[in-house]
C-alpha cells in the first residue's frame, strides 16, 4: 500500500511545473515539498530532460558530483523518477487490458472467473450462500473497473479497498488465503480473456496492482475482525463475570478434573478455592489486555515460563484446559454462546495457549543446555 501511495503521489505534479517548461513530475511528497526548488534549478543546470523519463535514467553520483545535490535527496529524486515510470508503465497496461476485456466480455469476464474460483477452490462456495451469482458478477465487474479507474487517485483508493476488506471480514470470514485464490483465478480469467494480449508486462502489471489491493483488503480485513472478536470476547467474559463470577472458574476446574482427572495431580494440595480466584484474575487480565496485545506477550510468556519451569506444564496439557474453558464458557453463557462468540474464544485461547507453551519449551530447552 504505502508503496503505490508513494509511485502514485510521484505522477501528480506536472501542473506545479508547467511555469518552467517542466514536465516532470512530483516524486515524493514528504521532501518534495522541501527541496523542489532546488531540483528545479539542478534539473536546468545539468540539462536532465523535460520529463521523469530522464531522471530515471540519471546516475545519482552525477546529481552529487556535479551539481553538488545532497546524497540522500539525489538518491530519492533518482528512485523516485524510476517508480514514477514505473507506476505509470503499470497503470497503462492495467487500464487499457481491461478495457478489452471490458468491451470483449463484460461481466462474462467476472462468470468466468467465479466459474474458475468454484471449480478450484470448492471450499469457498458456501461463503457464497444463496448469493444471485449473475447479480455478484455484475458487482465484481463494477468493483474492478472502479479500482482500475482509481489508479488515477490512489490516495482516494486505498479507503475504499480498506472499508471493503472490512466488510468482507466481518461480514463473510475473509481471510488472507481467500485472497491468494481469487488472485489466481482472477489473472487467469484476464489471460484467457485477453489471449495473446496477455504479455509478460501485462501479466507483471497485474501480478503487482491485484498484490496491493489483496495485501491491503487483508490487512484492514485481519485489523477489523480481531476488533470485532475482541469485542465479543470482552462483552461475554462480562456477563460470567456479572451472573458467575469466580464460580465460573469452579466450574472450570470441576470440569477439567472429572474430564482430564491425569492433570490432577499436578495441582498437589493446592487450595482449589484460591486457585479459581487467581483463575478468574488472571483470564479477567487477559481479556483486558487485548486493547494492547504487545503488553499481553510478554506477560503470557512469563507465565509459560513459570508453568512449564514450577509446576511442569507441557504443551499438550494446553488442549485439556481449552476445552474445558470452552464449556465453561459456553454452559455459563447460554444462549448468548453463538457461532462467532465460539469463534473468538477459540481463537483467543489458541493465542494465549501457544504463546505460553512457546515460551514453555524454550525456557525448558534453555534449562537442559545448563
Not at 509511485?7 to 505534479?13: F, M
Not at 482509481?150 to 481471510?175: M, R
Request: proline fraction near 3%; charged fraction near 30%; charge should be negative.
Amino acid at each position: 500500500m504505502e508503496a503505490l501511495l508513494k509511485s502514485s503521489e510521484a505522477s501528480h505534479l506536472a501542473d506545479s511545473l508547467a511555469d518552467l517548461g517542466v514536465e516532470s513530475r512530483e516524486l515524493h511528497r514528504p521532501w518534495t515539498q522541501c527541496h523542489l526548488r532546488k531540483y528545479l534549478l539542478t534539473r536546468k543546470r545539468f540539462h536532465l530532460g523535460p520529463t521523469v523519463d530522464d531522471m530515471a535514467l540519471c546516475n545519482p553520483g552525477d546529481l552529487v558530483a556535479d551539481l553538488k545535490v545532497d546524497e540522500d535527496l539525489a538518491k530519492k529524486l533518482v528512485d523516485g523518477a524510476k517508480e514514477a515510470q514505473l507506476f505509470e508503465k503499470r497503470k497503462t497496461a492495467i487500464q487499457s487490458t481491461w478495457k478489452t476485456v471490458g468491451d470483449s466480455l463484460g461481466v462474462e469476464a467476472t462468470k468466468l472467473f467465479y466459474k474458475r474460483l468454484f471449480e478450484q477452490y470448492p471450499d469457498v462456495v458456501p461463503m457464497f450462500g444463496d448469493a444471485n451469482m449473475d447479480e455478484q458478477a455484475e458487482k465484481l465487474l463494477k468493483t474492478v473497473s472502479l479500482a482500475v479507474e482509481y489508479l488515477k487517485d490512489v490516495p482516494a483508493l486505498i479507503p475504499i479497498l480498506e472499508d471493503l476488506g472490512a466488510k468482507h471480514a466481518t461480514d463473510w470470514k475473509v481471510q488472507k488465503e481467500h485472497y491468494d485464490a481469487v488472485g489466481e483465478c482472477l489473472l487467469w480469467t484476464l489471460e484467457t480473456g485477453l489471449g495473446d494480449a496477455w504479455t509478460g508486462d501485462v501479466a507483471e502489471a497485474w501480478t503487482w496492482v491485484y498484490g496491493v489491493i489483496g495485501s491491503t483488503m487483508s490487512g484492514a480485513g485481519e485489523k477489523a475482525y480481531f476488533e470485532k472478536r475482541k469485542e465479543i470476547i470482552q462483552s461475554t467474559w462480562k456477563t460470567v463475570g456479572d451472573s458467575l463470577g469466580v464460580e465460573a472458574t469452579k466450574l472450570f476446574y470441576k470440569r477439567l478434573f472429572e474430564e482430564y482427572p491425569e492433570v490432577v495431580p499436578m495441582f498437589g494440595d493446592a487450595d482449589m478455592d484460591k486457585q479459581a480466584e487467581k483463575l478468574l484474575k488472571t483470564v479477567s487480565l487477559a481479556v483486558e489486555y487485548l486493547n494492547d496485545m504487545g503488553e499481553l506477550v510478554p506477560i503470557l510468556q512469563g507465565l509459560g515460563e513459570k508453568h512449564a519451569k514450577e509446576w511442569k506444564v507441557k504443551r499438550e496439557h494446553y488442549a485439556p484446559v481449552g476445552a474445558s474453558l470452552l464449556w465453561t464458557l459456553e454452559t455459563g453463557l447460554g444462549e448468548a454462546w453463538t457461532e462467532d462468540t465460539a469463534d473468538a474464544w477459540t481463537w483467543v485461547y489458541g493465542v494465549i495457549a501457544d504463546t505460553m507453551a512457546d515460551a514453555g519449551d524454550k525456557a525448558i530447552a534453555e534449562e537442559e543446555k545448563e
